[in-house]
């Protein structure tokens, strides 16, 4: 969250003739917002009703899990849906190569056994699965999954456990705008060293979930673990897994460390082991519209976490002066529209038998029929570095969003709001101004109850001297987590007409 780029604006930037216009307006100066276009001949569909009134029972026991969006998410949809490809993801192992061509055997019939690619999985029809999230967010992760329709919700330490079946998983996949990952839990017990492991990876029917054609590569994660070394641990798995390929069908899965077709994941603790297979591949939070590269840029999971958070609704004016790249912006608005956050991507659940491309396909149609068409909304977006806003511009293009979104360039200790009431959600830059870093907060805190009377201010900051130096009273401070780094997400009321620090209420 720290930037680089924290200067004033040189020349300007726009991406459309709008834009343009705006920035051409004048520089540094508090210049005026487009007035809203909003296309009223389109119906606005209303989003399905969270479940608030369903909260998440805390997690009670070991820490949930292995790793670490706002949805509108979707109409609660149709009983059964369906799920789809290709991640990329370090891993612990390198390459190896297969020991001999992916041909498949034939059973006694001559009927080829291996891959077996059924419409109807060989696992329970209920299945656990573990869904990490950016902690701090794992309640209302715990929400988003009992909106898509899981059962069991239980949210724990960094992710929040459910159950269902596959294609509950496939859902989650496409509409979690919070979740990193979805992992489906295979076995899990005691251990005591890493024989036990071994062992029980290899009583695992891995050939019923998977064909030998797939490559595969084992992660382990660990908390306070006993075992010495977690690569040998991770060799174990490994070697359960394609032991027991040989026993079955005579061939051995290949490893590939960058990017399996099954990747796997062990999670330890202090005596208990969980092993899963991870149905996303890479990080849901690639979206796949990130295009241009911001400095410091939040975390999708996160952005679409700190809209959840705040309540923001559509029919809001939402502003981030501090834009970026656009990330809250860009969640925001793919929320307003009811878009599948995973529409433009691929995961590795489509590499397994259990996979069903016609379930899969509806699934998707249906998601591309719950999409409104773009159209504008009531987002707008400011920064100070006119990179940032052609670097916000050509990520909202890339997804289909540039017309539904205003941008300017700005300081946000000058720009106007762009309407008399509204919220504004956004991470502002820290770390880079050192010992001007409070000077800034103090300009941000007094421009806000200049500019912005009406309004709520949602910001997210790491650093201890943000809410001691905006010289403003938080009525929230939640804590969260991005990445490694400790934040607080911290609300600001601007109430008209007060202009001194005051507690809220
Ligand atoms: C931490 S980054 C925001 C990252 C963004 N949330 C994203 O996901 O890409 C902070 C941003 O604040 C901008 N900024 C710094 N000073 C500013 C100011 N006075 N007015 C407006 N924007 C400013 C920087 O240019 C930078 O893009």
Redesign the pocket.
């Known amino acids: 969250?720290?930037?680089q780029?924290?200067k004033p604006a040189r020349k300007k930037l726009g991406l459309t003739p709008k834009n343009d216009g705006e920035a051409r307006e004048g520089k540094r100066k508090p210049t005026r917002w487009s007035p809203l276009q909003r296309d009223r001949s389109k119906p606005v569909a209303k989003k399905p009703a969270a479940t608030e009134d369903r909260p998440a029972r805390e997690d009670k026991r070991r820490p949930s899990g292995p790793g670490t969006g706002q949805g509108t998410g979707p109409r609660p949809a149709r009983e059964r849906d369906a799920g789809a490809s290709g991640p990329r993801r370090p891993a612990a192992e390198g390459r190896e190569e297969r020991k001999r061509p992916p041909t498949r055997p034939r059973d006694e019939d001559g009927e080829h056994a291996a891959p077996r690619r059924r419409a109807t999985p060989a696992a329970p029809a209920q299945l656990k699965f573990f869904v990490p999230c950016p902690r701090g967010l794992e309640h209302e992760l715990a929400r988003e999954l009992a909106e898509l329709g899981a059962g069991e919700v239980v949210a724990g330490s960094g992710g929040a456990r459910c159950t269902g079946d596959i294609a509950l998983a496939w859902k989650i996949n496409l509409w979690s705008r919070l979740a990193i990952r979805v992992l489906q839990e295979v076995a899990d017990g005691n251990y005591r060293d890493e024989d036990d492991l071994y062992r029980v990876t290899l009583k695992q029917p891995w050939s019923d979930w998977f064909g030998v054609d797939k490559t595969i590569a084992v992660r382990t994660v660990a908390h306070n673990c006993p075992l010495k070394s977690l690569n040998f641990v991770t060799l174990k798995i490994k070697d359960g897994v394609v032991d027991r390929f040989r026993q079955d069908l005579g061939e051995r899965p290949s490893v590939d460390a960058r990017e399996p077709g099954v990747p796997i994941l062990l999670y330890l603790d202090n005596d208990r082991f969980t092993l899963y297979l991870d149905l996303s591949g890479e990080p849901l939070n690639r979206r796949g519209y990130r295009v241009e590269p911001?400095?410091?840029?939040?975390n999708e999971n996160l952005?679409a976490g700190l809209l959840r958070l705040s309540g923001w609704h559509p029919d809001t004016p939402l502003l981030?002066?501090?834009?970026?790249?656009?990330?809250?912006l860009l969640e925001a608005a793919m929320m307003a529209l009811n878009m599948a956050p995973g529409m433009k991507r691929h995961f590795t659940f489509e590499n397994l038998a259990s996979f069903d491309k016609v379930e899969w396909t509806r699934l998707r149609k249906d998601a591309e029929a719950l999409r409104q068409e773009p159209r504008q909304l009531p987002i707008y977006g400011?920064?100070?570095?006119p990179h940032?806003i052609r670097?916000?511009g050509l990520n909202l293009k890339a997804a289909g969003l540039l017309d539904c979104v205003v941008l300017r360039e700005?300081?946000?200790?000058e720009i106007p709001a762009p309407g008399e009431h509204g919220m504004i959600v956004?991470?502002?830059?820290?770390g880079v101004r050192l010992d001007s870093d409070s000077a800034?907060y103090k300009g941000l805190g007094d421009a806000l109850k200049r500019n912005f009377a009406g309004w709520s201010a949602w910001l997210i900051s790491s650093d201890a001297e943000f809410p001691k130096s905006i010289g403003l009273a938080a009525s929230k401070r939640i804590p969260l987590y991005n990445g490694p780094l400790e934040c607080r997400l911290y609300e600001y009321r601007m109430v008209a007409g007060t202009m001194r620090k005051k507690a809220p209420g």
């Open positions: 969250m720290t930037d780029n924290d911001a400095p410091a840029p939040l952005a981030d002066p501090m834009m970026g790249g656009g990330t809250i400011c920064d100070i570095d940032m670097a916000a700005g300081d946000v200790t956004s991470n502002p830059p820290y800034f």
